[in-house]
């Protein structure tokens, strides 16, 4: 089968291929962005994020992140899992002013927490540009990056397993059309596998539930109640964010988890287009970007943004690496945050769909870190490499609850991916044998021909 040629600018597809391939984005992250205020809601009594509110957040986000980073980087940020644990326990949080807080009064003071925890995003930038990346990625080479790659993608393989068991059959055909359209598939079809597992697997979900079938729980595969209560045009119920310290010292610190998410991200997204964006447009600018994208959340009552693997999968999976096929996922989720009723529907999407769709996407990902040590022709006949890579992947995948520990009597949790980048840096300093030079490796870039 011959190899695909990988697309850097999608104008030339046509208008309208680009508008499809940008809807194929969104689906990717639709599921995994709107879940996140569907979570906090339950910690929160139901007056917690709004998913209106995510969707601008997440497409307002991306753009500040693009134009940070010289609109070169082909990511979506979506809503971060990794500040759950910081709402839950500003949540729960009883004591001092918060004693007879509702739920509602509480949530602002969440969002302080990340506002904060994205100005740290801006001090890492700073120190990188001042010291300089090179000094700083010394500390980051292919055998911390790469097993922290492998780790994303494992790390989220129980949520696929876990959305796909609500409807075996659902998750099956979604899966099996995505790789028929990718392997098979002919001409524009071929690059929106994604899409076509969407709508193909949603039709039968529709069919089925016609027929009387339900999901292995009992429940119904679709429905429509919130669709049917939902308005057609409504502005997001923003909401300005507060500051306290107790909450600040909950959220802020999960910065330093998603911080390292965000080096590792940017390490697949880089070897995924084959270009090192680390180094160009550089990390600092990335960086910025994120941080403005979760403090400008947080600000107006949302959740904090991340890069989101599931559209490095879609890239992996399209071979579209054009930035502007993200940007315009972006506005259809600006868009889709005034419309309740078509939020609503996507949001109606069975689990299941999302579940086998995601056994790709989240696969592709960790298939992206194992071919960056590939590459980059990391040796693990020495003991140094095999020690800091083995203990990497026990870190992400081990402590899937991640670590939690009290400072001034507040709870703070580390994720198992914090934790196996802090641990892989730590090492990677310590243990002699370090000769990785960054730039010094020669990557295979094909260039787009004008």
Request: proline share 4%; aromatic share 8%.
């Amino acid at each position: 089968m011959e190899q695909q040629e990988p697309i850097r600018d999608a104008r030339k597809l046509g208008i309208p291929k680009m508008l499809i391939l940008g809807l194929q984005h969104m689906f990717a992250m639709f599921g995994a962005t709107i879940l996140v205020p569907i979570l906090v809601n339950g910690y929160f009594n139901g007056e917690g994020l709004s998913i209106q509110v995510t969707l601008i957040c997440a497409g307002l986000g991306t753009l500040f992140f693009h134009l940070c980073a010289k609109l070169k980087v082909p990511a979506f940020l979506g809503s971060s899992f990794a500040f759950l644990g910081g709402f839950s326990t500003v949540a729960n949080l009883n004591t001092g002013k918060f004693a007879n807080m509702t739920m509602g009064e509480k949530l602002p003071y969440a969002c302080g927490g990340i506002v904060v925890a994205g100005a740290l995003y801006l001090v890492l930038a700073l120190i990188i540009k001042l010291i300089g990346i090179k000094k700083v990625m010394r500390f980051l080479p292919p055998v911390v990056t790469g097993p922290m790659i492998i780790c994303i993608g494992l790390s989220l393989a129980p949520s696929a397993v876990s959305n796909a068991s609500q409807n075996w059959l659902l998750a099956i055909i979604a899966l099996g059309t995505v790789i028929i359209f990718n392997i098979w598939g002919k001409g524009m079809f071929r690059i929106i596998p994604i899409l076509m597992g969407v709508v193909i697997s949603y039709v039968v979900a529709i069919i089925l539930n016609a027929a009387g079938m339900t999901n292995a729980d009992g429940s119904a595969i679709l429905n429509f109640a919130g669709v049917e209560a939902a308005k057609w045009v409504g502005l997001p119920p923003f909401q300005i964010c507060k500051f306290d310290i107790t909450a600040i010292l909950v959220m802020a610190p999960i910065a330093l988890a998603t911080m390292m998410e965000h080096i590792g991200d940017m390490s697949a997204i880089s070897a995924t287009c084959g270009e090192n964006y680390v180094e160009d447009p550089g990390l600092h600018r990335t960086l910025i970007g994120d941080g403005l994208a979760t403090a400008f959340a947080g600000l107006f009552g949302g959740p904090a943004n991340t890069t989101y693997g599931e559209n490095t999968g879609v890239l992996e999976l399209s071979k579209v690496y054009d930035p502007r096929v993200i940007r315009l996922a972006a506005v259809y989720a600006i868009v889709l945050s005034f419309i309740p009723k078509m939020s609503e529907v996507i949001g109606s999407m069975p689990t299941a769909i999302i579940g086998g769709i995601s056994f790709m996407l989240y696969g592709m990902i960790s298939a992206i870190g194992i071919r960056n040590v590939v590459e980059n022709k990391v040796d693990f006949t020495k003991s140094r490499n095999l020690v800091i890579a083995a203990v990497i992947l026990v870190c992400g995948l081990g402590f899937s609850g991640g670590l939690t520990f009290n400072i001034a009597g507040t709870s703070i949790t580390l994720t198992g991916l914090a934790l196996a980048a802090i641990a892989g840096v730590i090492l990677n300093a310590i243990l002699p044998g370090n000769d990785y030079v960054f730039g010094a490796e020669k990557v295979n870039i094909k260039k787009n021909e004008h």
